[in-house]
């Protein structure tokens, strides 16, 4: 059995799916690792370390996809790789079924096998294999970073003689994986944070990580039964718009991160909403490549209005490139593990699987 992944294309993506300390778990079950010439250079490993773990490296990127039982990728390859697929081979990957439904329903009806990460059962089993998970919690730690990088003011409070700076005021819109990681990295950095969400059971998680819930006026629980968000109510968004235009006039800096599986993101700061904020303000928006939680993010730009800064991220992994590859690449390695039937050494697509039988596309 034959495990094959080609680079991505690094204008867009310069994580990878198969990383040198994973190769060992590979090959202890029997496969065999095929990797495209400089695979992972850009991250700055070599070729040669991986073919002293046991890895073949080819120059022929056709052939690592013909010849491969199964093919791991962060996304659907262009049209001119994955048509080589074939037949009975495994595509697994962040296949975004919601934006790809016709490329994958072709290569469906080639009967290859599709598998998608992101929908992967909110189970206590396919914790070690949850890759919205893992890269978000990367995602929510970096957003910090990069928005108090913008803000041209000091985080922490400081105490001096000559007076006293206060403690930059963070909101973080969305309390997931994401947003919990913003919360704890803007406290550990001094500031003093708020959050909301329209998940009620969200308000524990702030709470116990020192920040301060904002709660909408009669609200519920919006929460489907997977544990993510789903649509708001209009009289829920009428109530929250209010409560954050007065919230965000005393807001230094925004971290947006609601997003709704398979949906746009929902518009949550508007554009008069912007304009009552201070002068200097920033608001990094990590839902841009699915429209935006705010009216005027754009994808990898910053506009300014009225001296505030929105930041449109389009993959925020791409500047932590090296840790969101290790976490994705054992992510990607526990459910293969799961996926192969090691007695006989095989493939077993056993629908009565939760975690195959949700991630399939059909």
């Known amino acids: 059995m034959r495990i094959g992944s080609v680079l991505e294309n690094q204008e867009i993506e ?3 799916s198969i990383t040198p300390d994973i190769i060992k778990k590979y090959t202890s079950l029997g496969f065999e690792i095929f990797l495209s010439e400089n695979y992972g250079h850009h991250l700055g490993i070599s070729d040669d ?37 074939k037949e009975n081979q495994t595509l697994i990957g962040i296949l975004n079924p919601y934006e790809n439904k016709d490329k994958l329903e072709s290569l469906a009806k080639k009967k290859i096998n599709l598998f998608s990460l992101e929908l992967l059962p909110r189970i206590t089993r396919a914790q070690s294999m949850d890759i919205l998970s893992s890269q978000a919690n990367l995602a929510g730690y970096k957003a910090v970073i990069e928005s108090f990088a913008n803000f041209e003011k000091a985080i922490p409070m400081m105490m001096t003689a000559a007076g006293t700076i206060p403690a930059a005021k963070v909101l973080v819109v ?65 109530k929250q718009e209010q409560l954050l235009s007065e919230t965000l006039k005393k807001i230094d800096i925004v ?108």
């Open 14 to 16: 310069k994580r990878i």
């Open 49 to 85: 370390e991986y073919s002293k773990l046991g890895a073949k490296i080819s120059k022929d990127e056709n052939e690592i996809l013909n010849s491969s039982n199964i093919i791991v990728q962060l996304g659907i390859p262009p049209e001119d790789k994955s048509s080589l697929i």
């Open 174 to 238: 969305g309390a997931g994986v994401a947003g919990l990681q913003a919360i704890a990295t803007a406290k550990r950095m001094g500031a003093i944070v708020f959050a909301t969400d329209v998940r009620m059971a969200s308000k524990e998680q702030v709470e116990s990580l020192g920040g301060k819930f904002l709660t909408v006026e009669g609200s519920e629980n919006l929460e489907t039964e997977g544990g993510y968000a789903k649509e708001a109510s209009e009289d829920f968004k009428n």
């Open 255 to 362: 971290i947006c991160t609601a997003l709704i599986p398979g949906k746009k993101a929902p518009l949550i700061i508007k554009d008069n909403m912007i304009d009552n904020m201070q002068a200097g303000s920033v608001i990094y928006d990590l839902a841009a490549i699915q429209g935006g939680n705010t009216a005027l993010t754009e994808v990898n730009k910053i506009i300014e209005k009225n001296g505030v800064k929105i930041m449109g991220e389009g993959n925020i992994l791409n500047k932590l490139p090296i840790s969101a590859s290790s976490l994705y690449a054992k992510n990607v390695f526990n459910f293969v593990d799961n996926l192969f039937d090691k007695k006989n050494k095989k493939i077993n697509i056993n629908l009565e699987d939760e975690i195959i039988e949700k991630t399939l596309i059909k």
